[in-house]
């Protein structure tokens, strides 16, 4: 009678090595999702960040996530071939909303796969669509913007808001109850992000919702919230968080479950940058502030 007993401790690793190529074979078998980027997003937010990202991302889905970058000057049809390049059958397809035509282009040719248009409303809101428009939920990002603005501010100074516009009032009233929430008992200064401020000596942190090119050139040693997709690493050590609502990010909220069409809400993807934090107890309260919800009335 054969001995197996010297063949035995092959056992587990042999099972191991199976059951990964297995699992290796239906995640990549499975319908990925399409992310649809452009050159200049790609170079903002970093090549290396977005392949690490992607990868992130596809882990937690246990299904790829594949960014297609398309010219800005390319035509929906061009757009179209571009993604079936990447599948023919996708689970689903984020566009962003400048591409608008494109993803409605896609959609007619594509009824059967889910569309995603992100960064806008529906533009025809009295007409149904089968695309889902997502749009950041600015009332969950500056809730949680507040609450970490006032544990940045120190010494009793104030916090300055550059916007992009008019702030509704909704969106300061949520950002005024994070702050009081961390105690912070000051009405925040809210600034247009093209006028001149300089008043800073009485700042304790900056929250940045706008471009605000001029306040990030002075590098000032003055905690700054700011909300872009930039790659952390080219900001000024005086960032200390970054709220992302990228494609990728919002992929990353968004499709598990996937949306039924219509307009959806959802909140950026905050990172603090732990090595700009002092101390890691800050770090990791503020890493916890970051997950707290808002509750709207």
Known sequence: MRDFRGTKKYLPPVIILLFL??????FWLRSPVLVVTDPSFNQLYGSLRLTI?????????????????????????????????SSRTP????????????????????????VLVGGGGNPNPREETAISFVRTDTAQDLYRAGLCAANLTGGGKGVLVFTDGVLADANRKAFQEGLRNQGFTGDP????????????????????????????????????????WVDPAITPRSVKLIFDDSPLAMAARLLRPLPPPGEIFVPSE????????????????????????????
């Not at 993803?103 to 040719?109: L, P, R, T, V």
């Not at 940058?273 to 808002?294: M, V």
Request: glycine share 10%.
């Open 270 to 297: 905050p990172v603090a940058l732990g090595d700009r934090i002092e101390g890691k107890k800050d770090f990791r309260y503020i890493q916890g502030l970051i997950k707290e919800n808002f509750q709207k009335n």
């Open 21 to 26: 190529v297995t699992l290796g074979g239906v």
């Open 91 to 114: 689970m689903a397809v984020l566009f962003p909303f400048r591409y608008l035509n494109g993803a409605q282009y896609y959609k007619e040719s594509h009824p059967n796969v889910p």
């Open 189 to 228: 200064v809210y600034v247009n992000a093209s006028a001149d401020y300089s008043a800073y000596s009485n700042i304790g942190c900056v929250v940045v919702d706008g471009p605000a090119v001029k306040f990030m050139d002075r590098n000032l040693a003055i905690p700054v919230i700011l909300f872009s």
């Open 53 to 85: 990202k992607g990868a992130i991302t596809s882990a937690g889905f246990f299904r790829r996530v594949i960014s297609v970058t398309v010219a800005e000057s390319a035509g929906p049809d061009l757009m179209a071939l571009a993604l079936e390049g």
